[in-house]
């Protein structure tokens, strides 16, 4: 906490020290300039003119100065704007800061005019740090905070994704599934059933005869019995008579 306070701090008073000096460069009045200078609402005009009626120290000069007025832009903005789009933010907000102030030092300075080639220059700085600077300190700045448990202050929550609903080919594998496990249960319980049910008719003991059943097979023993004795006796009896007749002879 104590460490991202001072960071800011820090930051901060660049900014401010920053915009005092540019205040100064830009908005200080030029009465030797007046008769020379005009708008130029047409971008490369400017450009286009310095590569042209410039010497090339004068050209340098006036070029690599609007440009390196847009690089602490590029540095300082990267801890006050979101990480999301961070570069697009920082380039949008450099330009509309830059813009304002051409249209002020145009209207109100005297020997100043507005320059949209200057507005672009400055833009082309605040990218140049961001890229060279801006981008590793502001990213190892963030990553030192959020390990440490103290986001930064401009930090973005993730936007929740919004339910979508399940299609009929998602409903109805969820249905198979959620179907599956109810079925093996069913099968499992009704083998088992079926298991318990043999096992019981193997120990069931075998029922006994019933009584008429045994009176039935002990008469037809006893007449059976008789009928065999019977043959016996007629058998001898037949004997006996051959044996007679054979005697009487």
Same mark, same amino acid.
């Given at each position: ?12 008073? @660049? ?7 540019? $205040? ?10 007046? /008769?020379?200078?005009? $708008? ?10 310095? $590569? ?59 020997g100043r005019a507005f320059d949209v080639d200057d507005v672009i220059l400055n ?66 319980? $009704? ?11 193997? /120990? ?32 001898? @009896? ?12």
């Amino acid at each position: 906490m104590l460490v991202r306070g001072a960071v800011l701090t820090v930051v901060l008073l @660049g900014l401010v020290v920053f915009s005092v000096l540019l $205040a100064k460069v830009t908005l200080t009045p030029s009465p030797a300039s007046e /008769d020379l200078v005009t $708008a130029n609402l047409r971008p490369g005009r400017s450009l286009r003119q310095y $590569a042209e009626d410039y010497t090339f120290l004068a050209a340098c000069k006036q070029a690599g100065g609007n440009l390196l007025l847009g690089v602490p832009f590029g540095l300082l903005l990267p801890f006050f704007v979101p990480r999301r789009l961070r570069m697009i933010r920082t380039t949008l907000l450099t330009a509309v800061a830059m813009a304002v102030v051409e249209l002020i030092q145009g209207a109100l300075v005297e020997g100043r005019a507005f320059d949209v080639d200057d507005v672009i220059l400055n833009t082309a700085g605040a990218l140049l740090g961001y890229f060279v600077l801006g981008r590793r300190i502001s990213h190892r700045y963030y990553t030192y905070t959020d390990t440490s448990g103290s986001p930064g202050p401009s930090a973005e929550k993730p936007e929740a994704e919004p339910k979508r609903a399940p299609g009929p080919a998602a409903r109805a594998k969820a249905a198979r599934a959620k179907a599956a496990p109810m079925k093996a249960a069913r099968a499992k319980a $009704a083998r088992t059933k079926a298991a318990a049910t043999k096992a019981g008719q193997r /120990d069931r003991p075998k029922p006994a005869a019933s009584a008429p059943a045994k009176k039935r097979g002990a008469r037809t023993g006893r007449t059976g019995g008789a009928a065999s004795g019977g043959r016996r006796a007629t058998g001898s @009896g037949a004997v006996r008579s051959l044996l007679d007749r054979l005697r009487g002879r």
